[in-house]
T-cell receptor
Framework: KAGVTQTPRYLIKTRGQQVTLSCSPI?????VSWYQQTPGQGLQFLFE???????NKGNFPGRFSGRQFSNSRSEMNVSTLELGDSALYLC??????????????FGPGTRLTVL | KQEVTQIPAALSVPEGENLVLNCSFT??????LQWFRQDPGKGLTSLLL?????REQTSGRLNASLDKSSGRSTLYIAASQPGDSATYLC????????????FGTGTRLLVSP
C-alpha cells in the first residue's frame, strides 16, 4: 500500500500571501488530520476531517482552514501568511472509524517558509 | 487541558546500551498512547501503540509500557544502534478527541558508534 503523500514538499512564500497544501491518505483511510510543527511550540493539532466533514479543530486562527474531498484527499489553506506560520505541516491518515483503535500514519510533511 | 512531557530532552549514549525514554501526561482519560520516531526534516514513523487497557507493547528491540493511573509511559530500547538516532515523540489520544493527538516535547537521541 502506498503511504501518505503530501505536496508540495517545500514552499517559500512572502507575508500576506496565501498557500494551499495537499495530502493524500492511505487508500481506504477516511480520516485526515493536520498538524503544525515548529521548534518553539512542537507539534500542534490543526484539524481533522472525516468523510468530508471537519470533526475536530485545534486552537488556531481562522486564517487556517481545510477541506476534504470525496476521495478522502485533503487540502489545508493558510491565508494572509505571517512569519510565524513558517513550519513543517504534517498530515496523518487513519481509518477513522469511531470506536476502532487505529494507528495514525504520517506523511513526510510540507516545509513552509514565509519571508 | 492535557499536557505531555518527555524526559530527558536529549540523550547521548554509546552503541550497545539499553536505554529508557520517559513520557508523562497530566490527564489519565486517554484512549491510547503512541510512540513515534522522527528523523531530521522528515515525517513521523509510528513505533508502538498501546491501548489504555494495555500495560505494554513490544516490537523487536522496542518495548513500551503504560501506567495510566500515574500518567506515565516508558519506551525501552535494547542494544541501541547508531541507526536509532532520531527524535522520539510520545502522543496521547484522548477519549473525546477523535483522532486528535497531543504530542510530547520529544527526546532527541544520539547513539554513537
Amino acid at each position: 500500500k502506498a503511504g501518505v503523500t503530501q505536496t508540495p514538499r517545500y514552499l517559500i512564500k512572502t507575508r500576506g500571501q496565501q498557500v494551499t497544501l495537499s495530502c493524500s491518505p492511505i487508500s481506504g483511510h477516511r480520516s485526515v488530520s493536520w498538524y503544525q510543527q515548529t521548534p518553539g511550540q512542537g507539534l500542534q493539532f490543526l484539524f481533522e476531517y472525516f468523510s468530508e466533514t471537519q470533526r475536530n479543530k485545534g486552537n488556531f486562527p481562522g486564517r487556517f482552514s481545510g477541506r476534504q474531498f470525496s476521495n478522502s484527499r485533503s487540502e489545508m489553506n493558510v491565508s494572509t501568511l505571517e512569519l510565524g506560520d513558517s513550519a513543517l505541516y504534517l498530515c496523518a491518515s487513519s481509518p477513522g472509524l469511531a470506536g476502532i483503535t487505529d494507528t495514525q500514519y504520517f506523511g513526510p510533511g510540507t516545509r513552509l517558509t514565509v519571508l | 487541558k492535557q499536557e505531555v512531557t518527555q524526559i530527558p530532552a536529549a540523550l547521548s549514549v554509546p552503541e550497545g546500551e539499553n536505554l529508557v525514554l520517559n513520557c508523562s501526561f497530566t490527564d489519565s482519560a486517554i484512549y491510547n498512547l503512541q510512540w513515534f520516531r522522527q528523523d531530521p526534516g522528515k515525517g513521523l514513523t509510528s513505533l508502538l501503540l498501546i491501548q489504555s487497557s494495555q500495560r505494554e507493547q513490544t516490537s523487536g528491540r522496542l518495548n513500551a509500557s503504560l501506567d495510566k493511573s500515574s500518567g506515565r509511559s516508558t519506551l525501552y530500547i535494547a542494544a541501541s544502534q547508531p541507526g536509532d538516532s532520531a527524535t522520539y515523540l510520545c502522543a496521547v489520544r484522548m477519549n473525546t478527541g477523535f483522532q486528535k493527538l497531543v504530542f510530547g516535547t520529544g527526546t532527541r537521541l544520539l547513539v554513537s558508534p
